[in-house]
């Protein structure tokens, strides 16, 4: 009963939701559309329980003490006092002067770029010491990386002479090679995701639906 | 010389670290500017948008954060200009949580330029969580997936959403995208069943991802990464001239340069010093 | 507000106006270059003012997340519908409410059926969407029309970026070579050998050029937090910190704040890593 009655609902949902694909009638589509809007509900509310799991992890730490408990407890105290914020202060919360503005504009942004930013490095540290062009595959490989990074940027059209055809050999790689190699992947995946769909939508699939 | 090549390749990685931050840095305290050729995918994308009439409905999607802010911004911005001079109206969402706080001020900022009226000329539907059921119900009935806008205005209320229930409803779709759910994400789910026409433009990462997708025609333009939004702002910034105008993208192309220069020597002498040791030691 | 003659920068024509930062503005820009160069110091080692930073980014990162998912979809989809007296609304309630469930030992099952109403409505949804865009329009779009395309390019046209009949060929015969290499279970032969590596050429030609790309991105991304620490994101206008102060340029202004705490992080990392070097001892 636990299994039966999800696997039902997956197969009704899953069936609906193939058949808006064919079926333009709008009685049908005021169906799949009220579908999708629950659905739209349910991942916001997956994220919710990311949000919960978070918590019941951390404050056990923070409550016992346990190592780095000072730094979950940092985390967790900007968690509660933004979400705090951001809710009371409501639709108007991203107008100039908002605490929440203040929050979003000089701490979340500047933390996120940076995150980002440091791969920039790590991408330098691995060109040197990871990148070697020990047979054919890896030498074209680089070949082509090297070409590309030339040519996407101004001073490589500015190279005597080489400068003018830099950019269409990477056009060429970028509208043969590239699209042969993402067209196969594409079809591979796409073949991948159909069979998965069916898997789950008939019940062979049942992975995530966990133990009985 | 073996010893050398040796430690030169166990060479302590912060020193990679501070040529590469040299290398962004010296670039953008003595800038060195050299022409660039538009690409062929962002030409093709700015004279689709120039064929748009005054009154045609333009919808955006605004998928980006923080991090993808240096390439994506310069487009949109630059998008947004391009479509307020044409009187082009503006229908903006988000599938992106962190996109609604950062665009807001941009939207608000190029709307005051251009004297545009909120409801009338641009609206903002605000973030949609869902990933393809977001963009499905965009496709299928947009006014259920935005119900009220980012100012609790009801969506349906708004002038600008006269004659507006679906997707394709809309002239075109610009997708402004970092990744998932974005560009492809639209292209899978929307673009085929309803015949629709979207642009985009996308990270550098995602670029070579979405090139069989211009191939295919399921794009008709693709902005990729810094170098797609400088040659956007080239075209737009020469035929719609604003005084005082920041090209953030054509600036930053010119730090680029340096940045591929020291990965490429990285690559090469890396390399160089792999084979001479292994030589050696052959 | 005081207006400025005109004068050119880097930006173009930028008529000099003294803005006035407040308190609130320049404190946010110090917290702004504070947590810049606290998240790049990870660059030199792990180090507590990382951490701390980090740690931060996960809390508010989360917080503003959870922010706008209500504001964008709890209330409008749900909390408004339901209060309009919607009944039909009631259910995606429940299916949540079941959802949130999983976090409790006793009634984590309750979840199974939210988890599979919305498995299975993304395994629909991406079904129909991955055979006809991924398959079917991209293998349609494969197949060349030769005639034509010699017609338009020849065999080979440099002004078209190499377009031509040899292309159209070549992507044919690679992207079959791709999917046979993929094709793992397939018998070793030695033709079969043979397209295999013709395969993994053209993806190593394909991965070549993601790379490019890939470095592309990533330095983009370090210059923009260059871009902000160097004080050339907004334009270098004048400003006064507080109504009547006197006017200095925000360009300067911003780097001195970025050299100071740059100096301050490096002193605190090297007393810490003294520190840590005497207790290792």
């Not at chain 2, 670039?27 to 120039?50: A, C, G, I, N, W």
Request: include cysteine; charge should be negative; hydrophobic fraction near 50%.
């Amino acid at each position: 009963m636990k299994r039966t009655v999800p696997l039902i609902i997956s197969f009704i949902v899953g069936l609906v939701m193939v058949g808006e694909f064919f079926i333009p009638h709008y009685k049908y589509r005021a169906v799949t559309s009220e579908l999708l809007e629950w659905g739209l509900i349910l991942a916001a509310g997956a994220f919710i329980l990311g949000l919960v799991n978070l918590v019941q992890v951390n404050l056990p730490v923070v409550i016992q003490k346990k190592e780095d408990w000072g730094y979950k407890l940092v985390m967790l105290i900007t968690l509660v006092v933004t979400l705090l914020i951001g809710i009371y202060s409501g639709t108007g919360r991203q107008d100039d002067g908002e605490h929440y503005k203040w929050l979003f504009d000089y701490m979340f942004v500047p933390l996120n770029a940076t995150m980002f930013a440091l791969l920039a490095f790590y991408i330098a540290s691995a060109a040197f010491r990871a990148f070697r062009a020990r047979n054919l595959e890896a030498t074209l490989l680089l070949a082509a990386a090297i070409l590309v990074m030339l040519a996407r940027v101004p001073i490589g059209e500015a190279i005597p002479v080489v400068g003018d055809y830099l950019p269409k050999v990477m056009n060429w790689i970028m509208d043969v090679p590239n699209i042969a190699g993402r067209r196969a992947i594409f079809i591979g995946a796409a073949l991948g995701a159909v069979s998965t769909g069916l898997r789950v939508i008939l019940g062979l699939e049942r992975s995530h639906l966990g133990g009985e | 010389m073996y010893q050398f090549l040796k430690r030169f390749q166990s060479l302590d990685r912060r020193w990679v670290f501070l040529g590469m931050a040299i290398s962004i840095v010296l670039p953008m305290l003595f800038p060195v500017h050299f022409p660039t050729k538009v690409d062929e995918r962002v030409q093709s994308l700015y004279d689709r948008l120039e064929e748009l009439e005054p009154g045609d409905k333009v919808f955006v999607s605004a998928d980006f954060d923080p991090a993808s802010r240096p390439e994506l911004e310069p487009f949109f911005r630059a998008n947004l200009h391009h479509m307020f001079s044409r009187d082009v109206d503006i229908v903006i969402g988000s599938l992106w949580p962190f996109a609604p706080p950062l665009v807001t001020p941009m939207i608000e900022d190029l709307a005051a330029q251009h004297g545009a009226v909120y409801g009338e000329d641009y609206a903002f539907l605000g973030f949609k969580m869902g990933n393809e059921l977001a963009i499905k119900m965009i496709g299928d009935d947009i006014i259920k997936a935005f119900p009220v806008d980012s100012r609790e205005n009801v969506t349906a209320d708004l002038p600008i959403m006269n004659g507006i229930r679906q997707a394709q409803d809309f002239e075109l779709i610009m997708s402004v995208s970092a990744g998932f759910p974005g560009t492809k994400e639209y292209v899978l789910q929307i673009q085929g069943q309803y015949n629709l026409e979207i642009a985009s433009s996308t990270t550098a990462v995602s670029t070579p991802d979405y090139v069989p997708f211009y191939k295919a025609g399921q794009l008709f333009g693709l902005a990729g990464g810094m170098p797609g939004s400088a040659h956007y702002e080239q075209l737009v910034y020469e035929d719609y001239p604003v005084e005082g105008v920041r090209m953030m993208a054509t600036q930053a192309l010119d730090v680029l340069n340096l940045g591929h220069l020291y990965i490429i020597i990285l690559i090469v002498f890396g390399n160089i010093a792999f084979f001479l040791t292994r030589e050696v030691e052959e | 507000m005081i207006t400025l003659p005109l004068t050119t920068t880097g930006f173009g024509i930028v008529p000099l106006t003294a803005e006035v930062m407040t308190l609130s503005n320049l404190a946010g820009v110090w917290v702004s270059i504070f947590l810049t160069l606290a998240i790049f110091s990870f660059l030199y080692e792990d180090n507590p003012i990382y951490k701390l930073a980090e740690h931060i980014f996960l809390g508010i990162s989360i917080a503003i997340g959870a922010t706008e998912i209500y504001f964008g979809v709890f209330k409008p989809n749900l909390i408004d519908k339901l209060a309009e007296g919607r009944l039909l609304s009631i259910i995606p309630l429940m299916l949540l409410v079941m959802l949130l469930l999983k976090v409790t030992k006793k009634l984590d099952y309750m979840a199974k059926v939210p988890i599979a109403f919305i498995v299975a409505a993304f395994a629909g949804v991406k079904l129909t969407g991955e055979a006809n865009a991924n398959l079917m329009t991209q293998v349609a779009q494969t197949m060349p029309d030769l005639p034509a395309v010699y017609e338009e390019h020849g065999i080979w046209s440099w002004d078209a970026d190499g377009a031509g009949v040899f292309s159209s060929i070549f992507l044919v015969l690679g992207l079959c070579a791709c999917l046979l290499h993929f094709y793992f279970s397939a018998r070793q032969t030695k033709s079969m050998a043979v397209v295999s590596k013709v395969g993994i050429i053209v993806l190593m030609l394909s991965f070549g050029a993601s790379f490019g790309y890939t470095v592309m991105g990533r330095i983009s991304l370090a210059i923009g937090r260059a871009q902000e620490l160097l004080g050339l994101d907004k334009p270098p206008i004048e400003m006064t910190i507080g109504a009547g102060g006197d006017p200095i340029n925000r360009m300067s202004l911003v780097r001195m704040m970025s050299l100071t705490t740059l100096i301050i992080i490096i002193v605190f990392l090297a007393v810490w890593q003294k520190k840590r070097n005497h207790q290792e001892d």
